[in-house]
C-alpha cells in the first residue's frame, strides 16, 4: 500500500479502487441473472400460495377444476407453479366470489389514507434495508400496491433490486431529482417498475447526499418549498396509485431522514437487543424528540398513526440478547412487535446475489433452515401488517 501511496495520491487510489469494484460487481451481478440480464421473480407452488392467499389446497383444486382460476404452468412432477401475476389475479376472483371477498384485496378502500411508513435507526446494520424489502415484497405478494422508496445514497435498497446505482443512475433518475430545489421532476419520472408484480421502486444513488448540503443552502434562503414538505409534494402525485409505501432511511438523523419522517403516516423503528444498539438507539430517540418537537412548533403537530419496534437480528439462545429483548419489552411495551426478525445465514447467503428469502427458490436452502427464517420474517410482516389495517380503522389484515 505504501508503494501505491508514494506513487499516486490517495485520491487516485480511492478512485481506482471504486472502479475496479464496481466493475467486478457488475460482472457478478451479470453472471448471476444470465441469460436475462435483469433480475426475475420464480413462481410459487400451491403450498406458497395458500399461505399467501388464506386459499385452502383443496379449494384451489376445486376452483381450477370449474375452470374459475386460469390456467398455470406445471413442473415435472405435474404441480402447478404460479406467478406473482397469476396470484393476484386469482386474489380477484376470490374477491368477487368468495366469501369474506373483502379479505382478499387488503388494500386501500374508498376513505382510506396511503400509508407511508419510514423504516428508521440511528446505526448501520440494523437490518433496516432488509426489513423494507422484506416487506415491501411480503406485501406486495399479499396483494397490497406498493412503492418502495430508497431515501439512503448508499441504495442498499436499489441494489436488492437488481440496478447498480452508480452506474445506472450516473445521470440522474433517482429519488434525489424529485426532492432537488433546483427544477424537481414528478416522482412518476423517476419511480421504476420491478419485477415483482405490484411492486415499483423509486431508487437512490449517491447524488442523494447532496440534499444535505442544498436543504441547509435552501434553509438560510428561504427556499420554497422547505424539507418539510418535498416528499409530501412528491407523493402527492402518485398517491392514488399505491396503498403502501415503504421507505428506506439513512442510519443517520440529517435532512434526508426527517424528510422521509414528516412525510410519513408511520415509523418502524429497528434494534438488535444489545447494550451498544439499545443505547444507540436511545440516543436517535432522544435526538429525533427533539428535533420532531422544533419542527412541530414551526409546521404543527406531526400526525403519526403509529411508532412501533422492531427486534432484529435476533438470535434467541443468545442469553444477553433474550435479556435485552425482554428488557425492551418491559420499557416500550406494546409498541415493540410481538415476532423478532431472526439472524439468519440464509438471508445473508441470500444477499449474496442481491436475492431476498421469497426470491430464493426453496430446493437452494435446507429446509429447516428456509422454514425457520420464513416464520419469522412473515411472522413480523403478518403482525405489522395488522397495524397498518388498523391505521385504516379494519381489526385485521
Given at each position: 500500500m505504501n508503494q501505491i501511496v508514494n506513487s499516486q495520491s490517495i485520491a487516485a487510489v480511492i478512485s481506482a479502487n471504486a472502479s475496479r469494484l464496481s466493475s467486478a460487481l457488475n460482472d457478478h451481478m451479470r453472471n448471476s441473472f444470465r441469460p436475462e440480464s435483469r433480475k426475475t421473480l420464480r413462481k410459487f407452488h400451491p403450498a406458497e400460495v395458500s399461505e399467501l392467499t388464506g386459499i385452502s389446497l383443496s379449494n384451489m383444486r376445486t376452483r381450477?377444476?370449474?375452470?374459475?382460476?386460469?390456467?398455470?404452468?406445471?413442473?415435472?412432477?405435474?404441480?402447478?407453479?404460479?406467478?406473482?401475476?397469476?396470484?393476484?389475479?386469482?386474489?380477484?376472483?376470490?374477491?368477487?366470489?368468495?366469501?369474506?371477498?373483502?379479505?382478499y384485496l387488503p388494500g386501500r378502500r374508498d376513505g382510506d389514507a396511503l400509508q407511508v411508513i419510514s423504516i428508521v435507526n440511528f446505526k448501520g446494520g440494523s437490518s433496516k434495508t432488509t426489513t423494507a424489502v422484506h416487506l415491501a415484497q411480503r406485501y406486495a405478494l399479499r396483494g397490497y400496491r406498493v412503492l418502495a422508496i430508497d431515501m439512503d445514497p448508499q441504495a442498499s435498497l436499489t441494489t436488492m433490486f437488481g440496478y447498480r446505482p452508480e452506474i445506472e443512475f450516473v445521470e440522474g433518475g433517482t429519488i434525489y431529482d424529485a426532492l432537488r430545489y433546483e427544477d424537481p421532476l414528478p416522482l412518476s419520472q423517476v419511480i421504476r417498475k420491478t419485477y415483482f408484480h405490484n411492486l415499483d421502486l423509486a431508487p437512490a444513488g449517491l447524488m442523494l447526499s447532496e440534499y444535505e448540503t442544498e436543504t441547509a443552502y435552501a434553509l438560510q434562503h428561504r427556499i420554497e418549498p422547505s424539507f418539510t414538505q418535498r416528499l409530501v409534494i412528491a407523493l402527492d402525485e402518485i398517491e392514488a396509485n399505491y396503498d403502501l409505501v415503504i421507505i428506506d432511511c439513512p442510519p443517520q438523523l440529517g435532512f434526508t431522514t426527517m424528510t422521509a419522517?414528516?412525510?410519513?403516516?408511520?415509523?418502524?423503528?429497528?434494534?438488535?437487543p444489545s447494550m451498544l444498539d439499545v443505547a444507540s438507539m436511545a440516543q436517535f430517540l432522544e435526538m429525533a424528540g427533539e428535533t420532531v418537537r422544533t419542527l412541530e412548533e414551526a409546521t404543527g403537530p406531526i400526525d403519526w398513526a403509529f411508532l412501533k419496534f422492531l427486534i432484529s437480528r435476533y438470535e434467541p439462545t443468545d442469553v444477553p440478547q433474550s435479556q435485552m429483548a425482554g428488557f425492551l419489552r418491559s420499557i416500550l411495551l406494546d409498541q415493540v412487535l410481538n415476532t423478532?426478525?431472526?439472524?439468519?445465514?440464509?438471508?445473508?447467503?441470500?444477499?449474496?446475489?442481491?436475492?431476498?428469502?421469497?426470491?430464493?427458490?426453496?430446493?437452494q436452502v435446507v429446509k429447516k433452515t428456509l422454514d425457520r427464517i420464513l416464520e419469522s420474517i412473515n411472522g413480523v410482516a403478518d403482525e405489522f401488517e395488522k397495524t397498518i389495517q388498523q391505521a385504516w380503522g379494519r381489526e385485521s389484515g
Open positions: 381450477h377444476q370449474e375452470g374459475d382460476f386460469p390456467e398455470v404452468e406445471t413442473d415435472a412432477r405435474g404441480r402447478r407453479m404460479y406467478s406473482a401475476e397469476e396470484i393476484y389475479q386469482i386474489r380477484h376472483v376470490m374477491a368477487r366470489t368468495g366469501r369474506n371477498g373483502d379479505a419522517l414528516l412525510a410519513s403516516t408511520g415509523l418502524l423503528i429497528t434494534v438488535i423478532a426478525m431472526l439472524k439468519s445465514t440464509a438471508i445473508s447467503d441470500a444477499g449474496m446475489t442481491q436475492q431476498t428469502i421469497y426470491e430464493l427458490d426453496p430446493s
